[in-house]
């Protein structure tokens, strides 16, 4: 078992900092700065089962993360924040602050996590 617990702080530091800096994110402030809100619109099919993939990789990071440091607001704050981006992306007519506080939830989440992890 000590080895299953060497590659889960593994996964879980490689997975955490890219809840921090969200590719997808990046990518839709690019598309939006330059203009190509329709551009992302036509990926909106592809990109959320994508979405739904990384959110779930973050949340096992941090639930891996919540066995070694015993502190379960950072998996608690990935859970709602994965929550709230993935209700904003699926549902129609749902206001963007879903969005932008699943963002904060799940950057929040990271900092914790790593601010945990550096005090140990």
Do not use: E
């Amino acid at each position: 078992m000590k080895n299953f617990s060497g590659l889960g702080d593994f996964v879980s530091w490689i997975a955490t900092p890219l809840v921090a800096m969200c590719p997808l994110c990046t990518f839709t402030a690019v598309f939006i700065a330059f203009g190509q809100v329709s551009f992302l619109f036509a990926l909106a099919k592809i990109l959320i089962p994508i979405l739904i993939g990384l959110i779930s990789i973050s949340i096992l990071s941090f639930y891996l993360s919540y066995r070694s440091h015993k502190n379960i607001y950072p998996l608690i704050l990935s859970v709602l924040g994965g929550a709230g981006v993935i209700y904003a992306n699926l549902a129609s007519g749902v206001s963007i602050l879903f969005l932008v506080m699943g963002i904060l939830f799940l950057s929040s989440a990271a900092l914790i996590d790593l601010n945990l992890r550096f005090s140990r």
